[in-house]
Every structure is written in structure tokens, then in C-alpha cells.
């Protein structure tokens, strides 16, 4: 599968912007889906997974309350709304797939993913 993010910019604290990450592809729904961020000097953390095999989604404790993760399936599509955005938030955004099932603790993972976006930036102003 191929992944496009997009949606990324600039916005003030406290604003909302939303993710978008298109794949291609027909078995969309076979795939497990994350998104992750990396800030500059900084590993590539966990933000939101949505599992395959339940729908279940979860989010890193920094983003809960805050972002949302969705799946559009007859669009082939995920996305990531943010709301109440912080300077802390300021990263390039990846998306990222894996075909079939993740436990939580694997979807928290980078290494289990086996498809990456190209990465979106989102800055935070103060």
C-alpha cells in the first residue's frame, strides 16, 4: 500500500487542523493504521492507532482528549483531528500501516509498521 499524508500547517495554540493520510490499495480495512510525529532532535513517537480486527483506537496520554483518529473506509482514507493544539505539538506527522492485526503494545511501536507516508509538518505558534 502507498500512503499520502496531507493537511499539515501552521496554527496558532489552542487552534484545530486535521490530518488526512490516503492509501491506495483495495484492502484498506485489512490494515492497521497509526499515526506517529517526530519533532526536530527527537525520536518518532507514538500519537493514535486504530487496530484492524476491532476498530478499537487509541491515542499517546499527550494527545488524549485532544486528537482523534478516523477511518473513512469507502475512501481509503485516515485522518487525525487535532483540536486544542500546543507548541509542544510542532513535528512532522507520518502515517502508517501494517496489513492484519497489532496487539496495543505493538501498536505503539514503530517497528511494526511496514508502510510509511511521506510526513506532514504542523507548527504550533505561541
Known amino acids: 500500500v502507498q500512503l499520502q499524508a496531507s493537511g499539515g500547517g501552521l496554527v496558532q495554540a489552542g487552534g484545530s487542523l486535521r490530518l488526512s493520510c490516503a492509501a491506495s490499495?483495495?484492502?484498506?480495512?485489512?490494515?492497521?493504521m497509526g499515526w506517529f510525529r517526530q519533532a526536530p532532535g527527537k525520536e518518532r513517537e507514538f500519537v493514535s492507532g486504530?487496530?484492524?480486527?476491532?476498530?478499537?483506537?487509541y491515542a499517546a496520554d499527550s494527545v488524549k482528549g485532544r486528537f482523534i483518529i478516523s477511518r473513512d473506509n469507502a475512501k481509503n482514507t485516515m485522518y487525525l483531528q487535532m483540536n486544542s493544539l500546543e507548541p509542544e505539538d510542532t513535528a512532522i506527522y507520518y502515517c502508517?500501516?501494517?496489513?492484519?492485526?497489532?496487539?496495543?503494545?505493538?501498536?505503539?511501536?514503530?517497528?511494526?509498521?511496514?508502510?510509511w507516508g511521506q510526513g506532514t509538518q504542523v507548527t504550533v505558534s505561541s
Open positions: 502508517a500501516a501494517r496489513l492484519g492485526r497489532l496487539a496495543l503494545s505493538g501498536l505503539r511501536m514503530t517497528m511494526h509498521y511496514d508502510f
Open positions: 490499495g483495495r484492502t484498506f480495512t485489512s490494515y492497521t
Open positions: 486504530l487496530r484492524s480486527q476491532d476498530g478499537n483506537t
